[in-house]
């Protein structure tokens, strides 16, 4: 019985001790530890994200540059610069832009009308 009692008198007084919280000093880096542990998932991916919008805007920069130098610089093949004659201006000019209607060709001796026609 004895035994019983120094057995309580001492788990009571282990639950009396409170645990006190380390106090961790001014200049200490774990918070910061803490904090890059704790999301460094998404950093990761903040950071490759970032590499492939730089890639992506990179090269879209790159191919316009090229588009440009090329469309100013473009010669014939031939190297002579290339004419129009009259008629293929003429021919131009009667062209109807999409918001114009357009008059469908008169139907043949049949009578019947082309059903693809717009």
Do not use: C
Request: glycine share 6%.
């Amino acid at each position: 019985m004895a035994d019983q009692n120094k057995l309580m008198t001492t788990l009571q007084t282990s639950k009396k001790v409170k645990k006190t919280k380390k106090v961790m000093p001014a200049g200490s880096l774990k918070p910061i530890a803490i904090f890059i542990e704790r999301f460094h998932i998404t950093f990761v991916l903040l950071v490759v994200m970032g590499i492939l919008m730089f890639a992506v805007i990179w090269t879209n920069n790159q191919l316009n540059e090229a588009d440009i130098t090329t469309r100013n610089s473009y010669t014939s093949p031939s190297g002579t610069p290339t004419t129009f004659d009259g008629n293929t201006l003429n021919q131009i000019d009667q062209l109807h832009t999409s918001d114009q209607p357009i008059t469908p060709p008169a139907p043949h001796g049949n009578g019947r009308t082309n059903p693809f026609f717009e």
